[in-house]
């Protein structure tokens, strides 16, 4: 078996030293693989199955990217492009369609050889090597077949139909008037970031009652699912005796062995798909008065992240942006200082629990009521990070824009009306310009060509302010 160490794939020096990459090597390198009319070609000559001419791609989608970089010159050669494929697959002509998943890690200056060596090193079986981790030297890169992952060892049980039913939460199913072992029907892999996490939906079968459900479980590289157990516990509770509390669906359990947490499939539908301004009044209502639920909530153990922490995280990026996009850098420096002079001064507003991801497709719609989701992130911090992290991603969303003007005024004085501390508007528009920053920075970290031109425009909307 791979070893289970939970850390990421980091490799030390190469045996001989290589020439610092320049910004114009690491986009000829990198940025083949996160544009599909390069990438393509590229994996029919890598993936195996592909590369024996059996199969032919019918459709592909970047499903992740992620540029790793770094501000020293010496330590430039030590840069990775991470991208995750879903490929469609036929084989032959009049094949059946079918879909197949690739992670692989691009390196610069033959790096890759080391990398590999290390997971040689590890102990990996050759029929394991076979079927889960490829090396390709002339691309300098390794690739993992789904569900093989260099972080989540224990994926291929979650995909697995009959292995997955050991590890049910067979006391949470209980909960809900299911005995014994359901038989799994089906799995759909829902959201898979390399590394990091993947969730998955299981279609369960109750023949005792002649009754489907649905399942969800997200497993990570570590026992971090434990905690996130317990919290969203504490929310189930929390609701079950407060009509007026923020709804989640319902935890069912955690499975150690493949950390993972369990919850209730609920029946309901993305926000971003029922919203219109015929019904937005009632669900900003329901969407601010979660918020002010999350907020005013007690919930242990949650890291702090201060004014002080955002100042110089959103410095890192903006000087990752300059060096990347030379004519940028003046207006991130300033922006940077901007940030620094303007940062918002302690305050009666209280630091308190806060979603730190919070966005429209954060929120299911179920019975007229709105389901919070993804609550694996949340912190100590300032509320209105919450409130502006919302109302800037709507920008990118594909709605009128008078919607989303009209959307953040009536989420801004709903909420202001809820809570009871002051909810000033510059403290608003500050959080929104880093959250401005913050998007920028990801389009940047997903390297497709053109993306300066994309950073350039969304650094135009964090100078431009944020006006309600």
């Avoid at 320049?22 to 590229?42: K, M, S």
């Avoid at 291929?156 to 292995?163: A, F, S």
């Avoid at 709804?247 to 993305?270: H, M």
Wanted: net charge negative.
């Amino acid at each position: 078996m791979m070893s289970t160490t939970h850390t990421p794939l980091n490799i030390g020096p190469v045996s001989k030293p290589m020439v610092t990459p320049d910004w114009g090597t690491l986009r000829r390198t990198f940025q083949r693989f996160a544009t599909l009319v390069d990438a393509v070609p590229i994996l029919r000559s890598c993936v195996p199955e592909l590369s024996s001419g059996s199969f032919e791609i019918r459709d592909c989608v970047i499903l992740d990217a992620k540029l790793k970089t770094y501000l020293k010159p010496t330590s430039k050669s030590k840069s990775t492009l991470s991208a995750c494929y879903q490929l469609t697959l036929r084989e032959g002509a009049t094949g059946p369609s079918f879909q197949r998943i690739v992670y692989m890690k691009v390196f610069l200056g033959g790096r890759s050889r080391e990398a590999f060596r290390l997971l040689v090193q590890k102990g990996m079986s050759a029929p394991e090597f076979h079927n889960s981790v490829v090396h390709v030297p002339e691309q300098d890169l390794i690739l993992w077949r789904f569900p093989h992952d260099p972080v989540l060892p224990h994926l291929h049980q979650l995909v697995d139909l009959v292995t997955i039913e050991q590890h049910l939460p067979l006391e949470g199913l209980k909960q809900i008037g299911i005995q014994g072992t359901p038989q799994v029907l089906a799995q759909h892999l829902v959201n898979y970031r390399p590394e990091i996490r993947c969730t998955n939906r299981y279609t369960l079968y109750d023949s005792t009652q002649d009754r489907i459900d649905e399942l969800f479980g997200k497993t990570f590289g570590d026992s971090q699912g434990q905690i996130l157990y317990e919290r969203l516990q504490l929310f189930w509770d929390r609701s079950m005796g407060d009509p007026e509390a923020m709804a989640i669906a319902q935890p069912l359990g955690y499975s150690a062995a493949i950390n993972t947490v369990w919850q209730r499939g609920v029946p309901g539908t993305p926000l971003v798909q029922v919203l219109n301004p015929s019904n937005h009044e009632h669900y900003i209502t329901e969407l601010a008065r979660g918020l002010v639920s999350l907020h005013t909530s007690q919930v242990p153990g949650l890291a702090i992240h201060s004014t002080t922490d955002h100042v110089t995280e959103a410095h890192k990026k903006l000087t990752k942006l300059a060096d990347a996009v030379p004519m940028l850098a003046e207006t991130c420096m300033a922006m940077a200082d901007d940030l620094e002079q303007t940062a918002p001064l302690a305050s009666t507003i209280p630091s308190c629990p806060i979603h730190w991801d919070f966005h429209i497709q954060q929120l299911l719609t179920h019975q007229g009521r709105l389901v919070f989701c993804d609550l694996d992130e949340l912190v100590i911090g300032d509320p209105l990070q919450d409130l502006a992290n919302f109302m800037v991603d709507l920008h990118f969303r594909e709605l009128d824009q008078q919607f989303v003007q009209d959307l953040s005024t009536r989420l801004y004085r709903t909420y202001q009306r809820e809570v009871e501390w002051e909810v000033p508007l510059e403290r608003l528009a500050w959080h929104a310009r880093l959250q401005f920053i913050n998007k920028a920075y990801r389009h940047y970290l997903r390297f497709a060509p053109g993306f300066e031109r994309t950073v350039e425009q969304i650094l135009q909307l964090a100078q431009k302010g944020f006006r309600l």
